[in-house]
């Protein structure tokens, strides 16, 4: 390590006189790479041969022959090999992660065996090299490659230096300019912690950005489970995952904040604070600026404009709807245990309406359903004869997304479990008493008095994602529209993915908004950023290389429909569709290794366990 601090010493030291000495140079480059020492030893051996110095007596170079031999020699003849020069200048430049900002130094580290550092003085434009040095032998056998650069011809007249670098303190100008020079990171900015955000964030090599995290929850939520935690069947802290331990030791920054508008012009966003304590009682606002932007905020709760919706109904959008549910469902219970209560009273009190005939809507109804006859029956015996579960579906069939036969058994299997399907009808407002139903055929008006409902019913745009859309010409659309690489359409650096977004290709095909299609967009756009930062230099736009990357191809790999009772349906590609118990024990195997960390893992699998042993947990927190 002392070595390798006096060799980078001694190379700063040697440009710095150069800039005082010769007022066309430019600025240096070095990198040290094992990966590179095969590619430059034949840059090596042209300039060595071109200098009259044979390659073999300059293997084992030490740091002072190797400054004594810079500074007699700032100079080498155009015959030395300048295409293979700038070959290696591009290698070391496209390990830079941001395009240059003149009159500023930066030195950065980056992954394991590679480091790369630069000085630019002035404000003139680097044309091409005019030599190559080398000093091997030691850092492991890894090499300090040393670029020297020629100014060729200028854009402005006149050289602009920092003061410091003037006064020869080379290493406080490195220190001082951190993230601000042309070695400077790409700020890659991500917004939301959902499936798409964290898939993102697990796949990132973040030593390559700059990366901050920003939402207004600062954990993963395994969303698929959320049913489950809200008929006691899995406790809420074992489907979520606090983002810090997710990107822990990856050198990423987390601000528990809501953005609440994004400028694609300027490049900012700005953002809320979202604690329920305000500091000093007035909200923080902040502004972050982005080089890159990845929007993965997800969407909200769909409501048609339905009156009463917002007032009296109960989401299963985050945990902390699923959470809410769970204590009404109880405290429903408990009140129609108290005395005084008609049978008409507590038949009230006691239906569950479910709006909503889809994945979410269904399973919860059959959580709900096993929750009350396996559990709650058993401690309120009196009032089993009282509970009556509605699902309400404007479509014809519930589960109109799977395979007809699972549709179909799913109506059966509700029918016979006492859940009252209603197909083809529309709520057309809620009021504090009842569901007021329309029937899409005839126009029937009907009202259902009701104790709890629960919508869930789609998704809708969040309102920062309007925002932007209204920015960049997209207010005619119900997400953002991006390309098959995931950018944004009219938005320079901007990406969307997961359910705030739907690719638009030229055959208008559109992907559902499914936390399978959010993590695979997630681990597409990682990679393609990773690949990116390695392969290209950073004065070039990520969207230009579109071209040069595989477009994002979105995978089915199936999907669950648990209907209660131990048993649930599968609809696998290839027309496979499966029903059973068995089934339902493929979706416990599934589901435990979908999980983001073994803590889940185990803690999810050890509250199915206590289910089964104990049955569900019942008490009002």
Request: glycine residues 6%; aromatic residues 12%.
């Given at each position: 390590m002392a070595m390798m601090r006096s060799v980078l010493r001694n190379a700063l030291r040697f440009c710095l006189q150069q800039q005082q000495q010769h007022e066309g140079f430019r600025g240096f480059n070095f990198v040290a790479s094992s990966r590179d020492l095969e590619s430059s030893r034949t840059c090596l051996k042209n300039w060595f041969g071109a200098a009259g110095t044979s390659w073999r007596q300059q293997r084992n170079f030490s740091v002072r022959r190797l400054y004594d031999h810079l500074h007699r020699a700032p100079n080498v003849p155009a015959r030395a090999g300048r295409d293979e020069i700038r070959g290696l200048a591009e290698l070391a430049a496209s390990r830079s992660t941001h395009a240059a900002s003149r009159g500023q130094a930066h030195w950065t580290q980056l992954p394991r065996s590679m480091m790369h550092g630069m000085l630019w003085c002035g404000n003139e434009r680097v044309s091409y090299l005019l030599a190559a040095v080398a000093a091997t032998g030691f850092l492991g056998g890894a090499g300090l490659f040393v670029v020297l650069a020629d100014a060729g011809q200028r854009e402005e007249?006149?050289?602009?230096?920092?003061?410091?670098?003037?006064?020869?303190?080379?290493?406080?100008?490195?220190?001082?300019s951190v993230g601000t020079g042309p070695g400077r990171k790409k700020k890659v900015v991500v917004l939301g912690t959902g499936w798409a955000g964290t898939s993102f964030l697990k796949n990132l090599d973040s030593s390559l950005y700059d990366v901050i995290v920003v939402a207004p929850r600062n954990c993963f939520v395994f969303t698929p489970l959320l049913p489950s935690v809200a008929s006691g069947v899995v406790e809420a802290r074992s489907v979520t995952q606090p983002i810090r331990r997710i990107i822990r030791k990856r050198n990423i920054e987390f601000y528990q904040s809501e953005c609440v508008r994004i400028d694609a012009k300027s490049k900012q966003i700005l953002c809320n604070d979202v604690s329920e304590r305000k500091w000093q009682g007035k909200d923080v606002e902040f502004t972050l600026d982005y080089d890159l932007l990845v929007v993965a905020v997800g969407a909200t709760n769909n409501t048609f404009g339905t009156k009463g919706v917002q007032e009296y109904c109960h989401f299963l959008k985050e945990i902390e709807d699923a959470e809410k549910i769970r204590e009404s469902v109880v405290e429903r219970f408990e009140t129609a245990s108290l005395p005084n209560f008609s049978s008409e009273d507590r038949s009230k009190l006691l239906h569950f309406v479910v709006v909503g005939g889809g994945p979410t809507g269904v399973e919860y109804a059959a959580e709900l359903h096993d929750l009350i006859h396996d559990d709650l029956c058993r401690l309120y015996p009196h009032l089993k004869q009282d509970v009556t579960i509605t699902v309400v579906q404007s479509g014809d069939h519930i589960l109109n997304s799977f395979d007809r036969r699972i549709s179909e058994?799913?109506?059966?299997?509700?029918?016979?479990?006492?859940?009252?399907?209603k197909r083809g009808w529309r709520v057309s407002e809620i009021t504090d008493e009842n569901v007021c139903l329309k029937l899409k055929k005839t126009g029937e008006l009907v009202q259902l008095p009701y104790g709890m409902v629960v919508w869930s019913t789609g998704i809708a745009t969040r309102p920062v994602v309007a925002d932007l859309m209204a920015q960049i010409g997209q207010a005619d659309r119900k997400v953002l529209a991006t390309d098959a690489w995931l950018h944004v359409h009219n938005c320079e650096g901007v990406y969307a993915l997961g359910d705030?977004?739907?690719?638009?290709?030229s055959q208008l095909k559109s992907m559902p908004a499914t936390a399978q299609v959010a993590a695979q967009q997630g681990a597409y756009l990682a990679r393609c950023f990773n690949k990116l930062a390695q392969e290209y230099t950073t004065n070039i736009k990520p969207e230009d290389h579109h071209h040069q990357l595989d477009p994002f191809f979105y995978r089915h790999l199936g999907q669950f429909a648990p209907l209660g009772g131990e048993i649930a349906a599968a609809?696998?590609?290839?027309?496979?569709?499966?029903i059973g118990h068995?089934?339902?024990?493929?979706?416990?195997?599934?589901?435990?290794?979908?999980?983001?960390?073994?803590?889940?893992?185990?803690l999810v699998v050890f509250d199915w366990a206590k289910k089964f042993i104990f049955g569900r947990d019942s008490s009002s927190m």
């Open positions: 007249q006149g050289t602009s230096r920092p003061a410091a670098a003037a006064s020869g303190e080379v290493e406080e100008v490195v220190r001082s058994y799913a109506e059966k299997k509700f029918s016979r479990d006492g859940v009252d399907v705030c977004a739907s690719v638009v290709d609809e696998i590609p290839g027309d496979w569709v499966s068995s089934t339902q024990w493929l979706w416990y195997s599934v589901y435990a290794s979908m999980q983001v960390s073994w803590r889940t893992r185990v």
